[in-house]
């Protein structure tokens, strides 16, 4: 059992499916979808880029030199990911929510699409190997990653990667692969000559670990994420980067000892929310980050990084924090997620979710120096503007994090954390996901709140502690709620449950009697129960069911996090006969984790 979500924080051989080959669109309208760009890749030795656009269900064509908008394919739904190959003939887009890849052709400025193909649940990154015969794409709810043959359409190897794995890097020569895996904050390096594991890496008390990036000389590896310290969430912790700071973190490719580096990236008094995405020159001389939640682009020298083989501090260290330029930071506005630097070396390409446009920095200056529209309505709806308040830092004490650091992209990072929305200290919670949260009143691990407005403000006042939000404000992050829906469930074929989860049906109805508590189409209930867990130290002495809708994926379980998994959690703390229930046979359960699966 999951908390439907904690108000603390709110804020497989696949299959080929042709289609014929779609005309580009022209330039969007301003009554056209947002384009929400979400990645970038360049091609054309940097003059032209492509761009994933996760709400419009496209990928643009952009040329970079003339600022221009080139042309707009349709692609899956909520592309994540574009990738191009080394002769910038072949383009992929990963679709999250068709779990599939668009496959594309490239010839000067003419985009076609090829079709496409079945991959695997919520494919994200991707890369290509040297030659383009293959490529290698991240399955984030498949906690793997495979590699698809370009000519045959059909999956030749796979590779396991725990805990949603987002971002892929590729060696020039193609023999190392790198992945990051956002939820347990490890990072794997494979062998792609061999096929094994080289190495694998946890970046302790991290999480969120978005993006992964390869130094030119291939002797590191970098990424950036976030540090929990495990402290109350309090004003005073926060200012102090006791609770959350935002960290990159530095590691050897070559060798596969358990050895990284890192470097604390805040400044006290004006933090940098939610590091997203990362890159580096063709020197290797500057790194970028991007941080999506303040907004701007970090550009740090590399040669001047104190990468610290131990505890790196809460703030930025104090030789780097000065005026002569070896850290800056270029405010971008809207919602930056990724950043690609230009082969001259003197500007950079970024993708801008919010701004719906690609911005070109000046490197030199430090500054915007154009905004390239890729299309969207003029005036932006309430969800819309209250999807902006959920990803702003900005509006937090100290801009230390915003809503999305702990429910990541509305889901949930993984994570317990400390807010007193239970009214008790020293007593974390695991954070839930906010998917179908507006279906699921009332709120809290006991259910205590019941009106989501005024969970929003308290989330925004008391959590993280920013100004008073207005009413519209409230509103509109409400309107932004009602649009996180559950993706599709893998766990279904053709909309239908296998044999095993309808015979766990029938448990659930009837033998475990779960159904007395998870009710309704979300499998939850407005009402609080004893379900005999220990006393959490909170005023409360009931909880509240949480739904049950996308259980497959919101691991680990229970308030504390204690069942690893969903058989864990029905054969000892949830087990049916503590509950009512009757106690389950071996087989029982596995059918019955079948059902969970499907919902």
């Not at 709810?141 to 805990?163: C, H, M, N, P």
């Not at 780097?320 to 082969?343: I, N, S, T, Y």
């Not at 309107?479 to 829906?485: R, V």
């Amino acid at each position: 059992m999951t908390a439907r979500w904690n108000w603390c924080w709110l804020l497989l051989c696949p299959v080929l499916v042709w289609a014929a080959a779609p005309r580009p669109r022209a330039t969007p309208s301003v009554s056209s979808p947002h384009r929400s760009p979400m990645d970038l890749a360049l091609v054309a030795a940097g003059r032209l880029a492509l761009t994933a656009n996760h709400t419009a269900d496209s990928v643009s064509l952009v040329d970079l030199d003339r600022q221009k908008l080139l042309c707009e394919v349709p692609c899956g739904r909520r592309p994540s990911a574009v990738a191009v190959s080394r002769d910038g003939r072949r383009v992929a887009v990963s679709n999250l929510w068709s779990d599939s890849l668009t496959l594309l052709e490239l010839a000067g400025t003419e985009l076609r699409s090829l079709g496409e193909v079945a991959i695997g649940h919520q494919p994200r990154g991707l890369c290509f190997t040297p030659t383009g015969a293959s490529l290698f794409v991240a399955l984030g709810g498949a906690d793997q990653v495979v590699e698809l043959d370009w000519t045959s359409r059909k999956i030749i190897r796979r590779f396991a990667a725990a805990r949603e794995p987002r971002r892929l890097a590729l060696t020039k020569s193609g023999k190392h692969l790198v992945a990051a895996s956002m939820r347990s904050s490890q990072v794997r390096c494979w062998n792609t000559e061999t096929g094994e594991l080289f190495w694998e890496r946890a970046i302790h008390d991290s999480f969120n670990l978005m993006d992964v990036a390869l130094t030119p000389d291939e002797e590191s590896v970098i990424t950036t994420q976030v540090h929990t310290r495990h402290h109350p969430i309090v004003k005073h912790n926060i200012e102090q980067g006791w609770a959350l700071n935002s960290r990159a973190a530095r590691m050897p490719l070559q060798s596969n000892d358990s050895s990284y580096r890192q470097m604390a990236l805040d400044i006290r008094n004006r933090a940098v929310g939610d590091p997203t995405a990362v890159s580096l020159t063709d020197k290797g001389d500057l790194l970028g980050i991007v941080a999506a939640g303040t907004q701007e682009l970090l550009l740090i020298q590399t040669e001047a990084i104190p990468w610290n083989p131990g505890e790196a501090g809460d703030f930025l260290d104090s030789s780097l924090d000065q005026e002569d330029g070896k850290f800056r930071r270029v405010p971008l506005g809207g919602r930056p997620l990724a950043v690609r630097f230009l082969p001259d070396g003197q500007r950079a390409a970024v993708a801008n979710y919010l701004l719906d446009a690609v911005q070109i920095v000046d490197l030199r200056a430090g500054t915007v120096s154009a905004t390239i529209a890729l299309g969207g309505p003029e005036k932006p709806s309430a969800a819309r503007l209250g999807e902006a308040i959920f990803y702003d830092a900005k509006r937090s004490h100290h801009q230390w994090f915003s809503c999305h650091t702990c429910h990541p992209d509305g889901h949930t990072s993984a994570r317990a954390f400390d807010t007193f929305n239970d009214d008790s200290q020293n007593n974390p919670k695991m954070t839930p996901t906010l998917r179908g949260v507006t279906r699921t009143a009332p709120y809290t691990w006991h259910g205590w709140q019941a009106n989501l407005g005024d969970a929003v403000e308290k989330s925004i006042t008391e959590t993280l502690y920013g100004k008073d939000p207005t009413k519209e404000e409230i509103e509109a992050v409400v309107a932004f709620l009602g649009t996180l829906e559950h993706p599709p469930n893998p766990h279904l074929v053709d909309g239908k449950r296998s044999a095993a989860a309808e015979r766990g049906k029938l448990l659930f109805e009837g033998k475990a009697r779960c159904s007395r508590c998870h009710q309704g189409e979300d499998y939850t209930s407005k009402a609080n129960y004893d379900v005999k867990l220990p006393h959490d130290g909170s005023p409360f002495d009931k909880w509240n069911p949480p739904t049950l809708r996308g259980v497959y994926d919101r691991g680990p379980y229970l308030h504390d996090g204690s069942a690893e998994t969903l058989d864990e959690l029905l054969r000892t703390p949830h087990a049916p006969e503590k509950l009512g229930g009757k106690a389950l046979t071996d087989e029982e359960r596995r059918d019955l984790v079948e059902f969970l699966k499907s919902l």
